[in-house]
């Protein structure tokens, strides 16, 4: 079964926004990852977050981890349109090598 | 240096016929996996190998057999194709299985 969930689906912005996206997972994780994809590309990782830390900064990004809410949060700051691309969160679990996607936000930065 | 390379990048085919997607991956990994993209952008594991083992087969039609020759290649083979098979297959590959993976530029497959 699906283990995430990403809102919105769809994000349309300017240049200069923050964008924010969520993720919602079902079962216990080991981490949560971020990920991006430019349209017609494969997957590009851009962070990962353990299960027993809360926040974690990278550059422009910032993920937010809540394990007692299942849910975890992308945010862009100072977005560019280079950002355009759809975005998945992936959850790694306990004891298997599983990478379970979510649905994916799709972003829209316009200039 | 491609770290995780598949081929072809597009594969167009009749239904029925068998084709084959290879990857390669030269990052020194331990586990390489098979994922399908479907045209909603779903992407669900397929397979998983650890070191040429298989150690995730998802409820895939036994038509899809992956193949490990060594630990760093991955190949899918797909017998009998069907229309909906059609969708973008990526291989990718990570270390120990629980950090970062590594996809490879994707195989749109499209079945006729």
């Known amino acids: 079964s699906q283990q995430g969930e990403e809102d919105p689906q769809a994000l349309s912005i300017q240049e200069g926004e923050n964008a924010t996206m969520n993720c919602s997972y079902k079962t216990s994780i080991n981490n949560l990852q971020w990920y991006r994809q430019n349209s017609g590309r494969g997957l590009v990782h851009l962070i990962l977050i353990r299960s027993n830390e809360r926040e974690k900064h990278s550059g422009r990004l910032r993920v937010t981890l809540d394990t007692s809410k299942k849910s975890s949060s992308l945010l862009i700051t100072a977005s560019r349109a280079a950002d355009t691309a759809s975005y998945f969160c992936a959850t790694g679990l306990y004891n298997t090598d599983k990478l379970i996607f979510g649905t994916g936000t799709r972003l829209q930065v316009f200039p | 240096d491609t770290a995780v390379s598949q081929t072809p990048k597009y594969l167009v085919t009749q239904m029925g016929n068998d084709k084959s997607i290879k990857c390669e991956q030269n990052?020194?990994?331990?586990?390489m996996y098979w994922y399908k993209q479907d045209s909603k952008k779903f992407l669900k594991i397929m397979f998983s190998y650890n070191n040429k083992e298989l150690i995730i087969n998802e409820t895939v039609p036994n038509r899809f057999s992956p193949k490990s020759p060594d630990k760093a290649h991955l190949n899918l083979h797909i017998n009998s194709l069907e229309l909906g098979d059609s969708a973008v297959y990526f291989c990718a590959s990570s270390q120990e299985g629980r950090t970062e993976a590594f996809f490879g530029q994707g195989t749109r497959l499209t079945v006729v």
């Open positions: 990052l020194g990994h331990d586990t």
